[in-house]
């Protein structure tokens, strides 16, 4: 796969004339005058897919089942939900808590973070979910102009991070044909030229969003060693720690170049609710301090309500979240069977996380007019594979409905 630096520009097309304009990162309204100039960075970043496809699914004709969208089909557990009800009347739930978060689910983090993942000297900060905590870590180990790695396929907001806070030297790797996994020979080259800057940052979702594969600890160890020689922090995505099948296991690892991001949003139905958290190296003078600041001018704290839904969910364990887990199976292998038309090989991934990755056939290149015709002619809506640096794929989540 060829290296692909970022430098389109978008300009969104309006057809309406009573709507305004982009003209030269410029706002003009019919008859009222030309205002400032849009950033760049806002405009060149690209439109989310996910806001695409909610407009599609609005102006469908008919009744939609989404495939779209990674959620759960489950809402957090009912004993959580019934205590956070006695919080809502509590005074402190109105308040601002502490930016780095609630100091017992931080506490109580810490612990999980020891006990399931074996990180014992990492450092928890409570983030509005996943997407936050990824901003908040560009926004403070990356400047402007910095390179960057990510592998194809990626997840599309990781992607959108780097261009809104003005990372455009975007590295986009190969991953490996058959497994999907990151290719570590191909990053090891890029980390090892001496005739360029070396890459600020590397990362990876374990496992994978859009593609379901999941990076095994040996492959995991590497990348981290190539990282920490090279001088590059590593980033990894544990949204989906929970998320495996058929006999595999997820794997963490931390030192002091490595960072952590992991989420409530799939694992305990709470994606409404936006809560996750970053474990980051303790022994890295002025990491927090530094992370705080962007925390404190983003959200100042994740919603006081929500870490308490956190905390409570925490209390009822990983063991309830991983019977549902399990129940997924059966919904990859309806899908798996459904997409069988396109050919032996052509669907890969659903070892972890709630995706499958399918090849479309090669005359069906233009994936998001497939996206379009599948809404249309059988109201099953998908994300096109170019929204994650894979054109003439779609992703399919499996996670989102229940077998009755």
Known sequence: MQLARNRCLWLPTLSSSSRPSVVGFGLRCCGMGTYAKLARRAVETVTPVMVQ?????????????????????????????DRVKERVWEPSTSCYGADEGLPELRCALVEKLRRENKLTRSSVMVTAGANQAFVNLVLTLCDAGDSVVMFA???????????????????VGPSNPKTLQPDADWLENILMNKDKPVPKLVTVVNPGNPSGAYIPLPLLKRISDLCKAAGAW???DNTYEYFMYDGLEHSCIEDNHILNIFSFSKAYGMMGWRVGYIAYPMEVEGLGAQLLKVQDN?????????????????????????????????????????????????????????????KLPDKYSDDFEVVRWLLNKHGVVVIPGSASGGPGYIRISFGGFERA
């Open 53 to 81: 496809v909610q407009e599609l699914i609005r102006g469908a004709k008919r009744d939609v089942m989404s495939l779209a969208q990674g959620v759960v089909y489950w809402q957090p557990p009912e004993q959580a939900l």
């Open 153 to 171: 396929p990626y997840y599309f907001n990781a992607y959108m991070s780097f261009q809104m806070t003005g990372v455009t030297d975007i590295l």
């Open 234 to 236: 590593l980033v990894v």
């Open 298 to 358: 983003i959200p100042i704290c994740a919603s006081i309500i929500g870490q308490y839904l956190a905390l409570y969910s925490l209390e009822v364990g990983p063991q309830w979240i991983k019977g549902r887990v399990q129940d997924l199976v059966k919904n990859r292998e309806i899908l798996v069977k459904a997409l069988s038309p396109l050919g032996e090989d052509a669907v890969k991934g659903g070892e972890g996380a709630i995706y499958l990755w399918a």
